[in-house]
């Protein structure tokens, strides 16, 4: 029963590997098109590999637990995440570009939502209510 609870945890971290190792290649490949230079798959993998080992070590779980036990919260926020980030100006502003995106991102998938649940339920929204209301007043005066 351990040894299988040891190869899942060995499986998970080759997967999270595998995702941190993708996600350099796509941050070096943004630098290389913007910055107009050339990334080796060896210093990739390097990077990579830091990254990894940089992220994995027992400090910055610490960091983010204590954290959120400051702000008694037991969730880690963006706002955590920037914080320390805060020394790394370049991280700090991806970091903040990354949330504002996906804060976005999520708001119109909630205006979706609401407006098909409003549109299934035969309710108008108040847009769609302002313009029925000119409309009647329009035909109303013809």
Do not use: W
Request: glycine fraction near 4%; charged fraction near 30%; aromatic fraction near 4%.
């Amino acid at each position: 029963m351990a040894a299988a609870g040891g190869e899942e945890q060995q499986m998970l971290a080759q997967r999270l590997k595998a995702a941190v190792h993708y996600t350099v290649g796509c941050l070096c490949q943004e630098v290389e098109e913007d910055k107009d230079v050339q990334f080796s798959k060896q210093s990739i993998a390097a990077i990579s590999e830091i990254t990894f080992r940089q992220c994995g070590t027992a400090a910055l779980p610490r960091c983010f637990l204590m954290l959120c036990r400051h702000a008694k919260r037991t969730t880690v926020t963006t706002e955590d995440v920037k914080l320390l980030a805060r020394r790394s100006n370049s991280l700090l502003k991806y970091i903040t570009q990354k949330s504002e995106e996906l804060a976005s991102s999520n708001m119109e998938q909630k205006e979706k939502k609401k407006k098909k649940s409003s549109a299934a339920k035969g309710e108008r929204t108040p847009g769609e209510q302002e313009a029925a209301v000119t409309e009647n007043e329009d035909s109303n005066m013809a």
